[in-house]
């Protein structure tokens, strides 16, 4: 399985992010994989964001909860990721990446992983 992230680069703040994650070599309904989003700001660890299962059941990061959305789009094997109200310590490295059939919000478990996208937030 193959992931490959992609968004816009920079955004400003207050604005909405979307970020797409492409997934390859593998289905996201019939692979038993459910699908994360993570993100490492400058200088920090890696924060777990969301999960978003094969059958669409989503989970997220509490202390981002109000502002985060999971999606996926079966037909084309997608996953997207949203994110309102962004803020300048939003700027990092988006990762998408998946794990076998469990939630887990430890990035060490995960199987599979995108090389990530840049996300700034500035003005």
């Known amino acids: 399985v193959q992931l490959q992230e992609s968004g816009p680069g920079l955004v400003k703040p207050l604005q909405t992010l979307s970020l797409t994650c492409a997934v390859r070599?593998?289905?996201?309904?019939?692979?038993?994989?459910?699908w994360n989003w993570i993100r490492q700001s400058p200088g920090k660890g890696l924060e777990w964001l969301g999960q978003?299962?094969?059958?669409?059941?989503?989970a997220y990061n509490p202390a981002l909860k109000s502002r985060t959305s999971i999606s996926k789009n079966n037909a084309n094997d997608t996953v997207y990721l949203r994110m309102n109200s962004l803020k300048p310590e939003d700027t990092a490295v988006y990762y998408c990446?998946?794990?076998?059939?469990?939630?887990?919000?430890?990035?060490?478990?995960?199987?599979?992983w995108g090389q990530g996208t840049q996300v700034t937030v500035s003005a």
């Open positions: 990446a998946a794990v076998a059939g469990i939630f887990t919000t430890t990035p060490a478990r995960y199987t599979f």
């Open positions: 070599g593998g289905s996201i309904t019939t692979t038993d994989y459910w």
């Open positions: 978003i299962t094969n059958r669409g059941y989503t």
